[in-house]
């Protein structure tokens, strides 16, 4: 059975930190793709980075460069989120999500095979 499950969301201050863990399982990580995306109430979901496993790449939007770090543990099949600095507009459900590398670069939602549930990070002002 193919799993991802987030946890490390939680509330935290203006300026604060976090790090969200996706953990999987049922699938080959190694061959895959993890994106973090995010979703505000109201908003469209959108990513937040990538990493892709076979070689380690790194991608991330223009909101998180600087403040996101994005990392990866192959010998316990987990991708870490560390986000500092975190503002009111970080509120959101953030989803860990897999797909395949296919050496194309990072792979958009729709290229995503397997979703976790979501973990919720609220920035408080």
């Known amino acids: 059975e193919v799993q991802l499950v987030e946890s490390g969301g939680g509330v935290v201050q203006t300026g604060g930190s976090l790090l969200l863990s996706c953990a999987a399982s049922g699938f080959a990580f190694n061959d895959y793709a993890i994106n973090w995306f995010r979703q505000a ?3 469209e979901r959108e990513r937040v980075s990538c990493i892709l496993n076979p070689d380690g ?3 991330y ?3 998180a460069k ?3 770090t994005i990392s990866s543990d192959k010998s316990k099949n987990t991708v870490y989120l560390q986000m500092n600095t975190l503002k009111p507009e970080d509120t959101a459900v953030y989803y860990c999500a897999a797909g395949p ?3 194309l670069g ?3 939602e729709y290229g995503m095979h397997f979703w976790g549930r979501g ?4 920035v408080s002002s």
């Not at 973990?119 to 609220?122: E, G, I, S």
């Open 119 to 122: 973990t919720q990070v609220t």
């Open 101 to 103: 590398d296919r050496g």
């Open 57 to 59: 790449r790194r991608y």
């Open 66 to 68: 600087g403040r996101f």
């Open 41 to 43: 109430p109201g908003k």
């Open 106 to 108: 990072c792979p958009n």
């Open 61 to 63: 939007e223009d909101f």
